[in-house]
Nanobody
């Protein structure tokens, strides 16, 4: 089973940008999709964005127009470019695989994003 490692988080001021990476331990080419989620303190984990093997993307309404998900199959990595960050984007961000049979893979360790006002 593929293992995922998230990175790229940090502290940024409101209006700033960060680019998160989700690196897989093996090929992501055969997967159906990779998904990004986030969990803010005291809140449930929520969907952020997904990208399929065909490159189709989908975003939560709260990040649409500000975040962009992309993938580099050669590097087995999925990225989340986050622009115009808001304090409410503060959370731990996780990525997860979805197989062709729609099975969801394990969570990574996450990467902390903190947006100061």
């Amino acid at each position: 089973q593929l293992q995922l490692v998230e990175s790229g988080g940090g502290l940024v001021q409101a209006g700033g940008s960060l680019k998160l990476s989700c690196a897989a331990s093996g090929s992501i080419f055969s997967l159906d999709a990779i998904l990004w989620y986030r969990q803010a303190p005291g809140k449930q984990r929520e969907f952020v964005a997904t990208i399929t093997s065909y490159g189709t993307t989908n975003y939560a309404d709260s990040v649409k127009g500000r975040f962009t998900i992309s993938r580099d199959n050669a590097k087995n990595t999925v990225y989340l470019q986050m622009n115009t960050l808001k304090p409410e984007d503060t959370a731990v961000y996780y990525c997860r695989t979805r197989s062709r049979s729609m099975a969801l893979g394990p969570w990574g360790q996450g990467t902390q994003v903190t947006v100061s006002s």
